[in-house]
């Protein structure tokens, strides 16, 4: 009579194993798909912050992407789309640096100036999600993903406090989205220093309802560092 031990030489074990088998090879040709696809952004993105345009061949970015040319269309129907994406990921990169960087911060005031003063530095340690943001950030400041619902999410706590006086946050969201993409494209040109970025965060703050006083004080607060 065969031991307990015999059953695991049955087909219920080799059907399981045939089972884990297939799953590896799924969760492998998965983790494959995504290194594409991320590799096809990555090019997009390269791109996008050397020239700001969209006009690249798919030729050309898979040959960036060091992938196949038909690899493409398995995940991008078209150029826009692959471009979409790019500055996408680029904006919630840019997110995560900030949110990772402030989180410790409890005052929403607080928040907003260092997130502008450390835009301004991410120009330089991060060229390419500053040129991202300044050549293609406008369309997407009402984004579901990225800077915009991190900068409305502020602003509402913010206005819940009592911190900051506006009536329509999406208007809010406009302003101080408009002015960051605006110190970034006047610094492409100008190289501004540190002091710009304590001036454009103390008018935001000032404009966001904040006393002078006060919002110069937190402008010129000691930063936190970036990673």
Do not use: C, W
Not at 175 to 200: K, P
């Amino acid at each position: 009579m065969p031991n307990q031990l015999d059953t695991t030489d049955g087909p219920a074990s080799a059907s399981g194993a045939a089972g884990a088998a297939g799953a590896a090879g799924a969760n492998r040709f998965e983790r494959r798909r995504a290194r594409t696809r991320q590799a096809l952004i990555a090019a997009a993105r390269q791109i996008l912050a050397e020239t700001g345009e969209t006009s690249a061949s798919i030729q050309e970015i898979a040959a960036r992407a060091d992938v196949g040319f038909g690899t493409f269309y398995n995940h991008f129907e078209t150029k826009n789309d692959l471009f979409d994406a790019a500055v996408a990921d680029a904006l919630e990169e840019y997110g995560q640096l900030l949110d990772s960087v402030t989180e410790r911060i409890d005052d929403p005031a607080t928040v907003f100036a260092a997130s502008v003063r450390l835009t301004l530095r991410l120009a330089a340690s991060h060229p390419e999600i500053t040129q991202i943001l300044r050549l293609r950030g406008l369309p997407h400041i009402n984004a579901a993903t990225g800077l915009g619902p991190r900068a409305l999410r502020d602003l509402e706590i913010g206005r819940a406090s009592g911190r900051f006086t506006f009536d329509d946050p999406l208007v809010a969201l406009s302003a101080v989205g408009g002015a960051l993409i605006g110190l970034l494209q006047l610094n492409s040109t100008r190289d501004l220093g540190a002091g710009a970025g304590e001036h454009m965060a103390e008018m935001i703050l000032r404009m966001l309802g904040l006393p002078a006083d006060e919002a110069h004080e937190i402008a010129t607060r000691p930063l936190p560092d970036l990673p």
